[in-house]
């Protein structure tokens, strides 16, 4: 606080007065450049975005002759969308609320950031207000104070279990300039995975860096504040005739006649790669799926996954390149939304292919499902359940529906 002395010229009287300062600008928190999905963080995306959600939410026509979703903006949804976060009066945008992101950090990890600073009015003094008993920032000030737009980086880190949520405020001149919510972490939910390599007869599955696996399996489901247990088996059962093995062992032979899926069978040959594939979309899946949790699986309550030795394609999703059908590849399969079992096919993408997939298993749709709660145009965001390029993020709808102890007080 600043004081100002003054003399009145009449009396000779001093007189002591608070200075008070009228700063003005705004703070944005972003993940660091460097995010690879290490911890949850859900924001608004807006102008400081490569797209904002503004443009990319509403909803998606499924159409048959493309075999793909036509999609059409609604601001209506758009505006459901930002009810889910908590605001407060824009600091420098009339008529507006500052949204104010989400973030999940467990104890003993660290969260990196850029933050984007709007100053309109020359910041005189800057504050930051956090729990230092849970917290540690890499900077508790900032020097940027001139009338401008800046970015600078800040690292939080979280040194303890919290069971309320807490908040990281910047003020500037006494005005809030930005702020994050950090969601309580005491209770973390623990599932089991069975991984299962599977092979048969002259198809045999290779061996994947089960390290990795489990890294980044685990890496991703801390956003939801979950954690898995993770084990590695072999899968021979061959005395049951509904089993894994043995249903694919029965339909072996049948692979090396039928090219390009010009038959009904399970395994076909790629014409142009001459490569065995699966057929990811028969009919026959909705036997094998309601046989797999029986015999010697009925006893494992748990989440599988089954590696497979063959690529999966979809035969019903083909196009035509200079007159000639391209299969297209899938990672994985989920028997159902919500189910237990799911495939994931020969060359999976290790990194984001398995928790993609486990998280359907655990209620989650696609961000582009016509019946998603909200619905945003495919490919379009980063979010762990589209088909974009780069996913490696969540969303705080998303978090409470896997781990329903994600605290709902906002």
């Not at 391209?326 to 928790?355: A, H, M, R």
Request: net charge neutral; glycine share 4%.
């Amino acid at each position: 606080m600043a004081i100002a002395t003054i003399t009145l010229h009449a009396t000779g009287k001093k007189v002591s007065a608070e200075l008070k300062h009228n700063g003005l600008g705004a703070i944005y928190f972003r993940p660091h450049t460097n995010y690879k999905g290490e911890y949850g963080f859900d924001w608004v995306r807006d102008r400081f975005d490569p797209i904002p959600y503004e443009d990319i939410v509403g909803k998606n026509d499924f159409v048959l002759d493309i075999d793909d979703f036509v999609f059409s903006k609604q601001e209506h949804k758009y505006e459901f969308l930002l009810k889910e976060y908590k605001t407060f009066k824009h600091p420098i945008v009339n008529d507006d609320n500052y949204y104010v992101p989400y973030l999940t950090l467990l104890p003993n990890t660290e969260a990196k950031f850029v933050l984007h600073i709007e100053i309109l009015k020359y910041i005189n003094e800057y504050r930051f207000e956090y729990d230092n008993t849970l917290f540690e920032l890499s900077k508790s000030d900032l020097t940027e104070k001139e009338a401008g737009r800046y970015q600078t980086e800040i690292s939080v880190k979280c040194t303890n279990k919290f069971s309320e949520n807490k908040y990281i405020s910047i003020y500037g001149d006494d005005k809030l300039m930005g702020q994050i919510m950090i969601l309580a972490n005491h209770i973390r939910k623990k599932i089991k995975v069975n991984c299962y390599y599977v092979s048969w007869g002259s198809f045999q599955t290779t061996r994947i860096s089960e390290n990795e696996f489990k890294s980044n399996l685990n890496k991703y489901l801390s956003q939801f504040y979950t954690e898995a247990d993770i084990d590695f088996k072999e899968y021979n059962d061959f005395k049951n005739k509904d089993s894994l093995s043995a249903f694919f062992s029965e339909i072996d032979l049948k692979a090396k006649t039928d090219e390009d899926g010009e038959k009904d069978t399970l395994i076909k040959i790629d014409r142009e790669t001459k490569e065995n594939y699966i057929d990811s979309n028969h009919k026959k899946y909705d036997v094998l799926f309601k046989n797999l949790d029986k015999y010697t699986l009925e006893k494992e309550k748990c989440y599988k996954m089954f590696l497979l030795p063959l690529k999966g394609g979809n035969k019903e999703k083909k196009e035509k390149v200079h007159d000639q059908k391209i299969i297209k590849y899938i990672d994985g399969k989920v028997d159902k939304i919500g189910g237990k079992n799911l495939f994931l096919f020969k060359d999976f993408d290790l990194d984001t292919t398995p928790v993609h997939e486990l998280l359907h298993c655990l209620g989650l749709l696609h961000t582009f499902d016509p019946n998603a709660k909200y619905v945003f145009e495919k490919g379009k965001t980063d979010n762990l359940m589209d088909y974009s390029v780069i996913t490696n993020t969540s969303s705080f709808w998303q978090w409470k529906k896997v781990n329903k102890e994600i605290n709902n007080k906002i």
